[in-house]
């Protein structure tokens, strides 16, 4: 195959890869506090085919990451006690079993032993770095824009919101969490308000990601048919010589 060929697999591999982040954009439109994401793309500098008279090097198409949109979703109500929703920039952090994770999930319950909870049974850290317990039998919870919760006139405690220097130094990991893969240190979020029976929903827009889906689409099939040309060039040419000779 020529560097035509190559390049143009290059330039496919990359839009497939785009395909699948697009369409897991809006597989998940509909999940609480989803960040919408999106392939960066660089060119790769590369030492040709062997060829003659030929471009050195040749430039072909590669991914350089995800990129991904931390802007606020839009907040709903959905009356649930312990529903926490972040307004502002910050993220919950909670206790996984091998180390912290960050998320704006804020779908939260109580564990058998009345601590507050991730849907998955991760506790639910406090600003200090402590567990949050709730006592079923004090009667119901309130939980202030600060994170101070409260039960009656008792505070139990302060739910942590936290935020870094850069975004960047947050990795995902699943389940709609994120990692601290730098050495920088959460801080609290001082800015963000926490409402009490709300939650966060996805800030994918749906109709940008289904136009976007058309257009790679689209690039792809264009590619394929310069594949196809090249490919057909290629054959007619060797058809060509074979007479000459």
């Known amino acids: 195959m020529d560097n035509a060929t190559y390049i143009g697999l290059s330039r496919q591999m990359v839009l497939r890869r785009e395909m699948d982040i697009i369409a897991n954009n809006i597989a998940n ?10 392939l960066l793309h660089k060119t790769d500098a590369r030492s040709p085919a062997m060829t003659l008279g030929g471009p050195k090097p ?22 649930g006690e312990l ?3 972040i307004e502002g920039q910050g993220f919950f952090r909670v206790q996984a079993d091998d180390g912290e994770r960050f998320t ?4 939260f319950r109580t564990d058998e032993i009345g601590r507050l909870v991730t849907q998955g049974g991760q506790p639910v850290m406090d600003e200090g770095g402590g567990e949050i317990t ?3 039998e004090k009667g119901p919870v309130s939980i202030a824009q600060d994170g101070t919760v409260s039960q009656g006139a008792e505070r139990i405690g302060k739910v942590g919101v936290f935020t ?12 709609n969490q994120y ?13 963000a308000r926490l409402r009490q029976g709300m939650l966060e929903g996805s800030n994918v827009q749906a109709i940008l990601q289904i136009t976007r889906m058309v257009e790679v689409s689209r690039a792809y099939e264009s590619t394929a048919k310069m594949i196809d040309a090249e490919a057909d060039l290629s054959r007619r040419s060797v058809e060509r010589l074979g007479r000459v000779q």
């Open 179 to 191: 990692r601290n893969t730098s050495n920088l240190f959460p801080q609290p979020a001082a800015d």
């Open 104 to 107: 704006r999930d804020g779908r």
């Open 58 to 79: 040749v430039k072909f198409v590669s991914a350089d990451g995800v990129a991904r949109d931390f802007s606020q979703g839009a907040l709903r109500q959905t009356g």
């Open 29 to 38: 439109l509909d999940t609480t506090g989803f960040k919408v994401e999106s």
């Open 83 to 85: 529903d926490l929703a």
């Open 134 to 136: 709730i006592d079923p």
């Open 164 to 175: 870094f220097e850069t975004l960047a130094a947050l990795e995902k990991t699943g389940d």
